[in-house]
């Protein structure tokens, strides 16, 4: 089967919550007190709704009716795919198996949160949402998401990036968002720096400060964040629960999962519910997370208490770190560009339940353009990590002869990163 699709009204109607299965999860702290901090510490941050799910030990969350609507539009349940041309161009007797979650307006996984988190912005009566974006794929997203929802974002764009990266600012601005190089002159934060150097870069960590501070300074507003927090992952679920219903209409069973990793949010929202049952000892499926070889938080970094940002503004969340002042090398991958990763993907790795592996810029580029000329479709960077894995996988199974079943997240397209096609392959 090349194509394996779901009916409309099989959009799940409920998100799983892995934190229900993880009594041992330890809680954001205080970085002063150290003390645990609950779901009132974060009421004035972000929607309450959202705060409710990331300390819900339900099981199960309900996905509102009028949401999965929203869902409907931007293409869900979307396909998951063979790629029966990349097996037969690499000699494999396994099955590779891919989600496609490039087919949403903006071109990756990204709108699953950020619809869920509008939606629920806009139900509490809130005006705006604020938030930070690098390259651009979160920015993009929020602004769609708060167009639909009847609401405005506020989006802090790290200013190297808003000036060499016009097309997503482009996107967002589309959408009706308003988009502000940061460092910018609307906080305190931003002047500081803007003090130091007006022609200041930006960083991630400075439009993260920037757009927290612009939440707390208007009751109007709340902060959104793309990745990392449960509910952010929570919401990402609908991708695996969605793949687990087509891997199962076709009577395949996956023996290995893949997505990669930037703060964590698509490889757990696509392995998470296949990890429910690890475990639950139902199972026992390989669960790969794949990091570029710059960043490798969960393959090098130490397992410990670190702030959430590089400014160290927010609470420390128990993670694999490479510490909150790592500063990324700047590779096409943007979306990996995390010191950190999510907490819960972070215990999986620590208990066993995941492994990680990394690879090189080059490698990963390589894997992309193999992708493009059997496949057809052009990964986005970040992608093209999860398609290395899934071939270096494949090609394991070809050496002992085993028809192993590989499924892995296709996070996002590439068609505005081709620049970084360019430089890698030198085209
Ligand atoms: C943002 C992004 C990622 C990385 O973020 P996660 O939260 O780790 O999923 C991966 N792929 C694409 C296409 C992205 O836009």
């Given at each position: 089967m090349l194509r394996v699709d779901l009916q409309k009204d099989e959009i799940p109607k409920y998100w799983y919550n892995i934190v229900s299965d993880l009594p041992d999860l330890p809680p954001p702290i205080h970085?002063?007190?150290k003390e645990p901090l609950g779901p009132k510490d974060f009421y004035p941050l972000f929607p309450e709704e959202c705060v409710n799910q990331e300390f819900s030990k339900e099981k199960r969350i309900a996905i509102p009716e009028e949401l999965r609507e929203f869902y409907l539009r931007i293409g869900r349940p979307t396909p998951l795919y063979r790629a029966k041309r990349l097996e037969e161009r690499l000699g494999t007797p396994a099955r590779i198996y891919y989600k496609r979650e490039d087919v949403s307006p903006t071109g990756s996984h990204k709108l699953n949160t950020a619809l869920a988190q509008a939606f629920y912005a806009a139900k509490e009566g809130l005006e705006y949402l604020t938030t930070e974006t690098g390259a651009g794929q979160w920015g993009s997203a929020l602004s769609y998401a708060t167009m639909m929802m009847g609401i405005r974002a506020l989006v802090f764009m790290v200013r190297i990036s808003y000036l060499q990266k016009p097309y997503r600012k482009l996107v967002m601005k589309l959408y009706g968002a308003e988009v502000v190089p940061s460092p910018s002159d609307r906080?305190?934060?931003?002047?500081?720096?803007?003090e130091r150097d007006p022609e200041h870069p930006g960083s991630l960590g400075i439009a993260i400060s920037e757009a927290i501070e612009a939440a707390m300074r208007d009751e109007r507003a709340k902060y959104s964040l793309g990745s990392v927090l449960n509910h952010v992952l929570l919401h990402q679920t609908i991708i695996g629960l969605e793949a687990k219903k087509q891997l199962e209409s076709i009577g395949e069973k996956p023996d290995v999962l893949i997505g990669c990793v930037g703060g964590g949010s698509n490889f757990a929202g696509f392995t998470f519910p296949f990890v429910e049952e690890v475990l639950s000892g139902k199972e026992d499926y390989e669960v790969i997370a794949v990091e570029p070889s710059t960043v490798p938080s969960l393959?090098?970094?130490?397992?410990?208490?670190?702030?959430?940002?590089?400014?160290?503004?927010?609470?420390?969340?128990?993670m694999y770190t490479?510490?909150?002042?790592?500063i990324p090398p700047p590779i096409h991958a943007g979306g990996l560009r995390y010191h950190g990763a999510a907490p819960t993907v972070s215990l999986l790795k620590h208990r066993g339940v995941i492994r990680s592996v990394k690879y090189t810029q080059?490698?990963?580029?390589?894997?992309g353009r193999l992708f493009a000329r059997t496949e057809g479709l052009i990964p986005a960077p970040e992608t093209n990590h999860a398609i290395k894995a899934a071939i270096d996988e494949a090609m394991k199974a070809k050496k002992v002869g085993e028809s192993k079943v590989i499924a892995l997240n296709f996070s996002g397209h590439g068609l505005l990163d081709l620049r970084g096609y360019e430089d890698v392959l030198r085209l």
């Open positions: 970085p002063a007190t906080t305190e934060v931003g002047r500081r720096y803007l393959t090098e970094g130490e397992y410990r208490y670190d702030f959430g940002d590089t400014a160290g503004v927010t609470p420390l969340l128990m490479l510490g909150h002042d790592f080059e490698e990963v580029f390589e894997a």
